[in-house]
T-cell receptor, first 116, second 113 residues
Framework: NAGVTQTPKFQVLKTGQSMTLQCAQD?????MSWYRQDPGMGLRLIHY???????DQGEVPNGYNVSRSTTEDFPLRLLSAAPSQTSVYFCASSPWEGAGSNYGYTFGSGTRLTVV | DQQVKQNSPSLSVQEGRISILNCDYT??????FLWYKKYPAEGPTFLISISSIKDKNEDGRFTVFLNKSAKHLSLHIVPSQPGDSAVYFC????????????FGTGTSLTVIP
């Protein structure tokens, strides 16, 4: 049971480059989300999805795009990387039954991104 | 604006003693709370939860207490073990808006053998 798989684990980008952080889960979870973790800031929600074809913005969506074409995959795209996007990125998933569903998340192991 | 706050960045405790980690929140609509544990180079893992209809929930060595009037929750670990050394995050959600959790900044716990 793989759970939530994130690739790559580490990445260095130059300012202005683009890249996609991959996230896949094999638990048939409807809800998936992306967080970034920065020192002194905790985990902040970037984007989330409650099912295939449905995405929405979180607290810090600027500079990131997402799409959800399948239940399993939820990639995060950086269109033009900036040093402010240097962070550790976590993908998470959980079951979803609409408002009132409060399931804990299963997190991936993270992607450490450095933008120089 | 941080809706969930963990004001102690770090905590050191002797093995066998009690560890108490604290968390405060500002949004009175939050009605479900979780604690996560995170080891270096790993993702957070779910530890224990509590809903607002309770004021206490126990799971083995871990107990979470909720004080709704004070908008405060705490995690007690008794007895503390060296393997408990990790960063602990509290998280809160408003069930009316679904499964979106707000996280605190984390407290790094070190249990000294």
């Amino acid at each position: 049971n793989a759970g939530v798989t994130q690739t790559p684990k580490f990445q260095v980008l130059k300012t202005g480059q683009s890249m996609t952080l991959q996230c896949a889960q094999d638990m048939n979870h409807e809800y998936m989300s992306w967080y970034r973790q920065d020192p002194g800031m905790g985990l902040r929600l970037i984007h989330y999805s409650v099912g295939a074809g449905i995405t929405d913005q979180g607290e810090v969506p600027n500079g990131y795009n997402v799409s959800r074409s399948t239940t399993e995959d939820f990639p995060l795209r950086l269109l033009s990387a900036a040093p402010s996007q240097t962070s550790v990125y976590f993908c998470a998933s959980s079951p979803w039954e609409g408002a009132g569903s409060n399931y804990g998340y299963t997190f991936g192991s993270g992607t450490r991104l450095t933008v120089v | 604006d941080q809706q969930v706050k963990q004001n102690s960045p770090s905590l050191s405790v002797q093995e066998g003693r009690i560890s108490i980690l604290n968390c405060d929140y500002t949004n009175s609509m939050f009605d479900y709370f979780l604690w996560y544990k995170k080891y270096p180079a790993e993702g957070p893992t779910f530890l224990i939860s509590i809903s607002s209809i309770k004021d206490k929930n126990e799971d083995g060595r871990f107990t979470v207490f909720l004080n709704k009037s004070a908008k405060h929750l705490s995690l007690h670990i008794v007895p503390s073990q060296p393997g408990d050394s990790a960063v602990y995050f509290c998280a809160a959600s408003d069930s009316n808006t679904g499964n979106q959790f707000y996280f605190g900044t984390g407290t790094s716990l070190t249990v000294i053998p």
